[in-house]
């Protein structure tokens, strides 16, 4: 993997951006061989609209989500979850971008050509949008249960305390090592200094 250090991810990862850029060529090259004009047309307009028009509004939605749910006095969850909602909204509205005039009933003469009717793309649309928000929700209550159990488990016991139900050191001043006696209270005196004192006077 030494030689991949300046692409910064696995080689796998190289390997499908080439191909997924190869067959996008490859649909490109087909349509446009089959109607130049309009495939320059839709990827002129599909350009603009995006950088224009679709990213200022998603950004400002964005943004807008964060600052409503920022200023909420209750306390937000510590797994970041603005991503569970972000991937279905993309995927969503990804559909709705791509089928927007079947889902519309734009196309008049969709019904004659096709033999299939309009109406069904609607539910259908519906449907895959509140799947996808139902999976995203069921995945971010996972990932806070499992964070929970997770914080409960590192979290140590209550080791500080003696049998007494108080906390073990009570009564001795910090810092004194444990054979010493508590701050203010004097020690009791030795047996053998005692005596040689006793000795020492009387002599």
């Known amino acids: 993997m030494f030689g991949f250090r300046w692409y910064g991810a696995n080689p796998l990862h190289l390997l499908a951006l080439i191909g997924c850029f190869a067959l996008a060529g490859y649909a490109g090259l087909r349509l446009f061989d089959a109607r130049p004009l309009a495939v320059a047309v839709w990827l002129f307009g599909s350009v603009i609209a995006h950088d224009l028009v679709l990213f200022p509004l998603y950004a400002l939605a964005d943004r807008s989500v964060h600052g409503v749910l920022r200023h909420r006095p209750a306390p937000m969850p510590a797994v970041p979850w603005i991503n569970y909602l972000r991937v279905p909204v993309l995927l969503s509205g990804l559909l709705l971008l791509v089928y927007f005039p079947l889902i519309l009933g734009y196309p008049p003469g969709y019904t004659l050509i096709t033999g299939m009717s309009v109406s069904v793309y609607l539910d259908r649309w519906l449907l895959a949008t509140a799947v996808l928000f139902g999976a995203s929700a069921v995945a971010f209550a996972l990932r806070l249960r499992r964070h929970r159990r997770a914080g409960s488990r590192s979290r140590p016991p209550d080791s500080r305390r003696g049998r007494e139900g108080r ?14 006696p508590p701050a203010g209270r004097l020690a009791a005196p030795d047996p053998g200094c005692a005596a040689t004192v006793r000795a020492w006077s009387s002599g």
């Open 167 to 180: 906390p073990r050191g009570v009564g001795r001043s910090e810092g004194a090592p444990r054979g010493e």
